[in-house]
């Protein structure tokens, strides 16, 4: 029996949502299927408590903020998901007390005895900007959430008379953030001649407030003169997720136009609901869409032009594409990822 303490408590409040949290959130749920796993989630833990964990795991870890400590008395294993902020420096600046706790945790990683990440691309960065020994780095693949699946033409209707949105739509679901390119994705619009075509970008960050990223969104909306064809949609519920499911079933394509993702999950998700996925051929990206994807360039005419051919397609061969890459989605499992992490604990303890 391995004894996990599951490090919770960075996970409140806004990340919960996010990435991040969908990682913690599945795995954890999936580690329930293996008898081997006591799992010891830190939130449940009381300051008096003492707990005989083997390792504990940190499936979490921030760039700018003291996260892990500097001398653990246990194994140690953190999951870096990405270092997008040191990749695009200028746009995701710490500030001095950033700076310094950055330092802080590039020590506490000397500590730790292993490294999990979610992609080949994340493990170079790791290499590269956190100086991390390769042989420490296991890339164990995500998967998207098994409940995603394709809705039926009757509730798909239903959901898009409830949201109001559009017969014909693309479908963008994330953040906001610079790597997240979305500028690039709302000019796209301009390009598309059928105005009936609208975009749906999903993301509880599509709202007015006082950050550079939501300048560049209402300016780019002005520039391309295309604010009648996006809607913003942050209100749809990730639990019950048959709401969201039904947003992706209901889409043209999905569309990824990121400048760099440490995965990319909602691409899987977009297979799953048999939507055929345009994506950026960059970072993760590759890795997560295979052959299965469209790509295209990262920028407004390229990702245009990609959804022009899609739209274009007959119905046999637009079935067959969502048919191969639905098989390919079924290639990532949080059984598979539960099970390679259970295999890093036990090397580490060995």
């Given amino acids: ?123 170079k960065d790791i290499i590269q900007y956190l100086n991390v020994p390769e042989e420490k780095i296991h890339v164990i693949y995500l998967a998207a959430n098994s409940s995603i699946v394709k809705q039926e033409d009757k509730f798909v209707r239903k959901i898009i008379r409830k949201y109001k949105l559009p017969k014909k739509y693309l479908l963008y679901v994330g953040d906001i953030n610079y790597n997240k390119n979305i500028p690039q994705l709302i000019k796209m619009m301009k390009f598309i001649e059928d105005k009936n075509i609208h975009l749906i970008c999903v993301g509880r960050n599509f709202t007015p407030q006082e950050i550079p990223e939501w300048k560049w969104i209402e300016t780019q909306l002005a520039l391309s003169d295309v604010t009648d064809r996006v809607t913003f949609l942050t209100t749809i519920p990730t639990d019950p997720i048959e709401e969201l499911a039904a947003v992706y079933s209901g889409a043209i394509a999905y569309v990824q136009p990121s400048l760099y993702e440490g995965f990319g999950l909602p691409v899987l998700e977009a297979m799953q609901c048999m939507t055929p996925a345009i994506c950026a051929q960059n970072s993760s990206l590759v890795e997560v869409g295979g052959k299965n994807v469209i790509y295209a360039e990262p920028v407004a005419e390229a990702l245009a032009e990609a959804i022009i051919n899609v739209a274009g397609w007959s119905k046999t061969k637009r079935a067959k594409w969502v048919k191969d890459a639905f098989k390919w989605s079924q290639t990532f499992s949080w059984q598979k990822t539960a099970n390679e992490t259970i295999e890093v604990y036990k090397q580490i303890l060995k």
């Fill in 1 to 123: 029996m391995l004894n996990i303490l599951f490090e919770t408590s960075v996970l409140s409040g806004g990340h919960s949502a996010r990435g991040i949290g969908t990682y913690a959130r599945l795995l954890t749920e999936e580690f329930k299927n293996h008898a081997e796993i006591n799992l010891i989630k830190s939130s449940t833990l009381e300051k008096s408590d003492k707990v005989k964990a083997d390792i504990t795991h940190y499936p979490f870890f921030d760039l700018f903020f003291a996260t892990l400590p500097m001398n653990p008395f246990k194994k140690l294993v953190v999951t870096i998901h990405d270092v997008i902020p040191l990749i695009f420096p200028k746009f995701y600046e710490p500030g001095i007390k950033g700076k310094l706790k950055f330092e802080k945790q590039k020590l506490a990683l000397k500590n730790v005895n292993a490294v999990i990440t979610d992609s080949q691309a994340s493990k």
